[in-house]
């Protein structure tokens, strides 16, 4: 089944992520972010472009609490994260998933217990038949049923991404964050992943940020764009609008 | 030579941060049980053929290399005990702990290296999965118990391989070699031996952590984080081991 991007979105949603001039730096003269702001909708897909080491990865770190900002703040479900305990942050992170640009898999797990790692730990209710459905189902989604008992080091590249897909769907975010999901890819995953991005924004009304240097993933996924450059926002539209671009710079992105 | 000062103390300072850190965790629920005996396992058990083989070893060659001076003196008869004694107060905790800080702590250092390098511990982390419970607790807590048992054991072999090296050349029956050493050992031998061996397992497990917990990105960190915490290990345990017994010559 193809699935086509949800273009009809309700204009008026509130932001539910909010990202107000962050600012970070490593060491005296690395200024990575120099007062980044954005926002994602409720039900939208982000997609974040820019150049290799303009802080993308960096950005969404800040976002879950990986890497505190020097400055500025983040408002996710309302809250802003810089300002909370470790209590807080852990609520407000078991309701977003994070995609690793390498997948992240626990090595010395197999892919069933890599999936059931979270579930155990956060959904003490379930007895362990139903751990087992769990991860059986959320890995028929990823279509990846086979590898069940397999070990990560087992696995193809694209079947990492899956599996690190599925272990991020299990505990039902309502936002994901995915870190260039399609690199290192051939062009048919790339494409099968993408697809599999749209199904789950559609299957669970997930809000995304999708990072990406993938140009066929950003058209196929992308309900906005925003591109960085010098650690701030410097072009922000839909790809068609970027696409046709006033601005060198920005459709140099397209070609 | 100021900055080469400076990163000491910096070390000295985050290890000591990160012990605090234990301390803390430690006593905060949840309690990962199942990861814990695992890593008794993997720490324990695993590591039992090593330290029985240079038990073994110990107590044979420090038999036959006593030997010749001890009968210069007629005093044959007090091998056993001689043996015994050095095998229990310092050589089988000491060479163990050593050969444990080349097994598990660089084990663990790059371990959890790699998986600092890999964003595994990160992956954790966003999940809200408390990684340095999961990890860092379970580690130090399994080598702070299972270092004083590879004691234990290595003691009982190395004494097993004394006897084996004194029956080479004379001809004594198991029960008297026993009575021999049973009669030289006292319990001040025993007791602070095998409190400082909870220190050995205590620094070598919190070494390999933390050197793995914190090393930077970069494949190459990993194989430093593993010699450093072999290096930081031995040298902590010699440490330890001065101190242990200039304590004990204090109050016994
Ligand atoms: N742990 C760190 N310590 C010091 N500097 C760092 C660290 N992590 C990232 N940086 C710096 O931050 C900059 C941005 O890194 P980031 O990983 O966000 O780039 P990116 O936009 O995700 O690039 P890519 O597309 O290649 O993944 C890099 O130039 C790097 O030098
Ligand atoms: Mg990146």
Same mark, same amino acid.
């Given at each position: 089944?193809?699935?086509?991007?949800?273009?009809?979105?309700?204009?008026?949603?509130?932001?539910?992520?909010?990202?107000?001039?962050?600012?970070?730096?490593?060491?005296?003269?690395?200024?990575?972010?120099?007062?980044?702001?954005?926002?994602?909708?409720?039900?939208?897909?982000?997609?974040?472009?820019?150049?290799?080491?303009?802080?993308?990865?960096?950005?969404?770190?800040?976002?879950?609490?990986?890497?505190?900002?020097?400055?500025?703040?983040?408002?996710?479900?309302?809250?802003?994260?810089?300002?909370?305990?470790?209590?807080?942050?852990?609520?407000?992170?078991?309701?977003?998933?994070?995609?690793?640009?390498?997948?992240?898999?626990?090595? =010395?797990?197999?892919?069933?217990?890599?999936?059931?790692?979270?579930?155990?730990?956060?959904?003490?209710?379930?007895?362990?038949?139903?751990?087992?459905?769990?991860?059986?189902?959320?890995?028929?989604?990823?279509?990846?049923?086979?590898?069940?008992?397999?070990?990560?080091?087992?696995?193809?590249?694209?079947?990492?991404?899956?599996?690190?897909?599925?272990?991020?769907?299990?505990?039902?975010?309502?936002?994901?964050?995915?870190?260039?999901?399609?690199?290192?890819?051939?062009?048919?995953? =790339?494409?099968?992943?993408?697809?599999?991005?749209? =199904?789950?924004?559609?299957?669970?009304?997930?809000?995304?940020?999708?990072?990406?240097?993938?140009?066929?993933?950003?058209?196929?996924?992308?309900?906005?764009?925003?591109?960085?450059?010098?650690?701030?926002?410097? &072009?922000?539209?839909?790809?068609?609008?970027?696409?046709?671009?006033?601005?060198?710079?920005?459709?140099?992105?397209?070609? | 030579?100021?900055?080469?000062?400076?990163?000491?103390?910096?070390?000295?300072?985050?290890?000591?941060?990160?012990?605090?850190?234990?301390?803390?965790?430690?006593?905060?629920?949840?309690?990962?049980?199942?990861?814990?005996?695992?890593?008794?396992?993997?720490?324990?058990?695993?590591?039992?053929?090593?330290?029985?083989?240079?038990?073994?070893?110990?107590?044979?060659?420090?038999?036959?290399?006593?030997?010749?001076?001890?009968?210069?003196?007629?005093?044959?008869?007090?091998?056993?005990?001689?043996?015994?004694?050095?095998?229990?107060?310092?050589?089988?905790?000491? %060479?163990?702990?050593?050969?444990?800080?080349?097994?598990?702590?660089?084990?663990?250092?790059?371990?959890?290296?790699?998986?600092?390098?890999?964003?595994?511990?990160?992956?954790?982390?966003?999940? &809200?999965?408390?990684?340095?419970?999961?990890?860092?607790?379970?580690?130090?807590?399994?080598?702070?118990?299972?270092?004083?048992?590879?004691?234990?054991? &290595?003691?009982?072999?190395? %004494?097993?391989?004394?006897?084996?090296?004194?029956?080479?050349?004379?001809?004594?029956?198991?029960?008297?070699?026993?009575?021999?050493?049973?009669? =030289?050992?006292?319990? %001040?031998?025993?007791?602070?031996?095998?409190?400082?061996?909870?220190?050995?397992?205590?620094?070598?497990?919190?070494?390999?952590?933390?050197?793995?917990?914190?090393?930077?990105?970069?494949?190459?960190?990993?194989?430093?984080?593993?010699?450093?915490?072999?290096?930081?290990?031995?040298?902590?345990?010699?440490?330890?081991?001065?101190?242990?017994?200039?304590?004990?010559?204090?109050?016994?």
């Amino acid at each position: 089944m193809k699935l086509s991007k949800n273009h009809i979105l309700p204009d008026n949603n509130a932001p539910i992520i909010d990202i107000k001039n962050l600012y970070k730096s490593f060491g005296k003269d690395n200024h990575v972010l120099k007062g980044l702001s954005f926002f994602v909708k409720k039900g939208e897909n982000l997609v974040v472009l820019g150049k290799s080491g303009s802080g993308k990865s960096i950005a969404i770190k800040c976002l879950v609490g990986l890497m505190q900002a020097d400055k500025g703040t983040i408002n996710v479900f309302g809250k802003d994260i810089t300002k909370l305990d470790e209590t807080g942050l852990n609520e407000i992170r078991l309701r977003i998933g994070f995609l690793f640009q390498n997948g992240a898999l626990y090595d =010395s797990m197999s892919v069933r217990e890599n999936l059931s790692f979270p579930l155990l730990r956060h959904s003490s209710s379930l007895n362990p038949i139903e751990v087992d459905k769990a991860v059986i189902d959320i890995l028929t989604s990823v279509g990846l049923t086979e590898a069940i008992d397999k070990m990560p080091s087992e696995l193809s590249g694209g079947m990492k991404k899956r599996v690190g897909l599925a272990r991020t769907l299990i505990l039902k975010p309502e936002i994901l964050l995915y870190d260039e999901p399609t690199t290192g890819l051939d062009t048919i995953t =790339s494409r099968e992943i993408s697809q599999l991005i749209l =199904s789950i924004q559609q299957k669970y009304k997930t809000t995304s940020i999708i990072i990406t240097h993938d140009m066929a993933c950003a058209k196929q996924t992308s309900d906005r764009i925003v591109i960085l450059k010098d650690g701030i926002v410097n &072009a922000e539209g839909t790809y068609d609008a970027l696409e046709n671009s006033n601005d060198e710079w920005v459709r140099s992105f397209f070609i | 030579m100021v900055i080469y000062l400076k990163s000491i103390f910096t070390d000295a300072g985050n290890l000591i941060l990160f012990t605090t850190r234990f301390f803390r965790e430690i006593v905060k629920p949840p309690f990962e049980t199942h990861e814990f005996i695992k890593q008794c396992y993997v720490i324990g058990y695993k590591s039992f053929p090593l330290v029985a083989v240079t038990g073994f070893i110990m107590g044979l060659v420090l038999t036959l290399q006593s030997r010749p001076t001890l009968s210069k003196f007629g005093a044959e008869s007090w091998l056993p005990g001689m043996v015994a004694l050095s095998l229990i107060r310092e050589i089988a905790p000491v %060479i163990t702990a050593l050969i444990c800080a080349g097994k598990v702590s660089s084990g663990i250092g790059a371990e959890l290296g790699s998986m600092k390098v890999t964003e595994q511990i990160d992956a954790m982390e966003v999940s &809200a999965i408390n990684p340095f419970k999961y990890l860092v607790v379970t580690r130090i807590l399994a080598s702070t118990l299972m270092i004083p048992i590879l004691v234990v054991f &290595a003691d009982a072999i190395g %004494i097993l391989g004394g006897y084996v090296g004194f029956n080479i050349h004379s001809d004594v029956n198991m029960v008297r070699y026993n009575a021999q050493v049973f009669e =030289s050992l006292d319990f %001040i031998d025993i007791f602070p031996a095998t409190i400082k061996t909870f220190f050995f397992g205590f620094s070598i497990g919190l070494i390999g952590c933390y050197k793995g917990f914190t090393a930077s990105n970069g494949t190459e960190s990993v194989g430093k984080a593993a010699n450093s915490a072999v290096v930081l290990a031995s040298l902590t345990i010699f440490i330890i081991d001065m101190l242990a017994v200039q304590i004990t010559d204090l109050f016994f």
